[in-house]
């Protein structure tokens, strides 16, 4: 079965400091994604990647960065967190149709 | 734009009778619809797929039909039980656009005893 994992799974920030979300994928996927999702809402497309060493904008970049050292993996780095980047963030990767989601990480800035 | 509306924020059942979850898009694209489930505090998973226009595709329970005349997607089940409770995500993929999913703001489903 698919595999997507995220380190840490739940994180405390303070405001203004540097956090960095890691996400780790053995489906041998060419295709990985960072969402964000505040509570009881959708999933909003953050930055994105088709392969190593190479990333994309999406919807929501502004405030977020990402690197793609390798086919497997994906990392979102906040330079300077701020309030309103609490939320849950998903990573996930894909294949030519379906998107598999790691179980997220629940970020905290205070 | 590639996009995709879900109607219903939030839907509150007895067990036992049927629902429906609303789910339109809008691409120039031809069409690929998903449909996700996300129980409390877990990931998104997928719960249905269809590309097939007019065909009927069902999982643990669940069933939807792509209908490209009406450009729909509605995600139906004939009898709700309480662990089907969960956030519902209709979605739809634009694989000239890096396979990008573009999620529906998603539909609330309670399920009461």
């Known amino acids: 079965e698919a595999a997507v994992t995220q380190s840490p799974r739940s994180k405390v920030a303070v405001t203004g400091g540097k956090v960095t979300l890691s996400c780790h994928q053995t489906?041998?996927?060419?295709?990985m994604y960072w969402y964000r999702q505040d509570t009881g809402h959708g999933l909003r497309l953050i930055h994105y990647s088709y392969v190593a060493d190479s990333t994309e904008k999406g919807d929501i970049p502004d405030g977020y960065k990402a690197s793609r050292p390798s086919q497997e993996n994906f990392s979102l780095i906040l330079e300077l967190a701020s309030l309103s980047q609490t939320a849950v963030y998903f990573c996930?990767?894909?294949?030519?149709?379906?998107?598999?989601f790691g179980p997220g990480t629940r970020l905290t800035v205070l | 734009g590639d996009s995709v509306t879900q109607t219903e924020g939030l839907v509150t059942l007895t067990k036992g009778l049927p629902v429906m979850l609303n789910c339109t898009y809008q691409?120039?694209?031809?069409?690929?619809l998903f449909w996700y489930v996300q129980h409390l505090n877990e990931a998104p998973k997928l719960l249905l797929k269809?590309?097939?226009?007019?065909k009927r595709t069902e999982h643990q329970g669940f069933y939807a039909t792509l209908h490209k005349s009406s450009s729909s997607f509605h995600l139906q089940k004939s009898s709700v039980q309480l662990s089907d409770s969960a956030l519902y995500f209709c979605?739809?993929?634009?694989?000239?656009?890096?396979?990008?999913?573009?999620f529906g703001s998603g539909t609330k489903l309670t399920v009461e005893p």
């Open positions: 691409t120039t694209y031809s069409p690929f």
């Open positions: 269809s590309s097939t226009d007019n």
């Open positions: 979605a739809l993929i634009v694989m000239s656009n890096y396979n990008v999913l573009y």
């Open positions: 996930a990767s894909s294949d030519r149709y379906e998107q598999y």
């Open positions: 489906n041998n996927h060419d295709y």
